[in-house]
């Protein structure tokens, strides 16, 4: 999946003699910043970089908080963090790596190296590290629905709605702040999305969310699922057979 490319913002053509100097005064001045600063100091000043999406920067700071904190796993892992942002795929990982070999139970990290490998279309190893992460905090619903995401890329898809179905047990919002990232974001194929679709409306119906249901249920509909109608079949769906609603998107079957 291609990282995000961000914003750059560029001077104009009038200023750019003058503001060389300026920046290089910036830039070294920085330089000599950093190297004065303690480790709090550092990573203080990256995380207000990530906060300003200042991935460069926080970048900067963090690589020299890691070098006079060696063995900080949190300061590896928040490294790893800024350079997945800035598009350093490969390196992130590296440093996610060093802080889950720092903390052997720090499973931010671990869950965080799984995301990279998530994120490079290689589930099988992505649901290795996603299931050690949730084997260390099992209370975590964003990890629930990352394993859930690397079993569906592999067509495992009891497996993920074991998942998803814990995640919103603990977090009943959870896979509305994942609409638009985790699985659906690899999925290129309209039926493959489809599935995924029909998928997550069965575990809404089996909460009780009769609305979350119905929205992917549209959304499995415009995707061209083919088995719709075993909304009428399915015991999930069993409390919306008599529900208005569910007819004005699949309409019941015709009566033999």
């Keep these: 999946m291609r990282m995000p490319r961000w914003k750059v913002i560029v001077m104009a053509i009038a200023l750019a003699f003058a503001s060389r100097a300026l920046v290089a005064g910036q830039v070294e001045q920085r330089v000599v910043d ?8 550092l990573e203080k000043a990256g995380d207000a970089c990530r906060a300003q999406k200042d991935y460069e920067h926080a970048i900067q700071y963090f690589q020299e908080a890691v070098r006079k904190d060696k063995k900080s796993a949190t300061l590896r892992n928040k490294l790893g963090m800024a350079e997945l942002q800035a598009g350093e795929t490969v390196q992130a990982r590296i440093d996610f790596e060093k802080a889950a070999k720092l903390n052997p139970k720090f499973a ?36 629930h629905v990352n ?7 592999q067509k495992k898809f009891d497996r993920a709605i074991n998942e998803y179905t814990r995640a919103l047990e603990l977090d009943p919002k959870v ?7 985790g699985v659906t974001a690899q999925i290129a194929n309209p039926e493959e999305r489809a599935k995924y679709n029909y998928m997550l409306a069965k575990i809404y119906a089996k909460h009780g969310d009769v609305d979350s249901c119905l929205l992917c249920l549209r959304k499995a509909k415009e995707g061209g699922y ?5 909304v009428y079949k399915e015991e999930e769906f069993s409390k919306l057979w008599d529900d208005a609603r569910l007819e004005q998107v699949v309409p019941p079957p015709v009566a033999k």
């Design 34 to 41: 950093v190297k004065s600063m303690t480790v709090a100091e």
């Design 108 to 143: 931010d990290a671990l869950n965080n190296v799984g995301g990279v490998y998530f994120m490079q279309n290689k589930p099988g190893p992505a649901a290795k590290y996603f299931k050690k992460a949730v084997a260390l905090d099992e209370t975590r619903a964003t990890f």
């Design 147 to 153: 394993l859930g995401a690397a079993w569906f890329s």
């Design 175 to 181: 896979l509305e702040h994942h609409a638009n990232v």
């Design 226 to 230: 083919r088995d719709l109608a075993n």
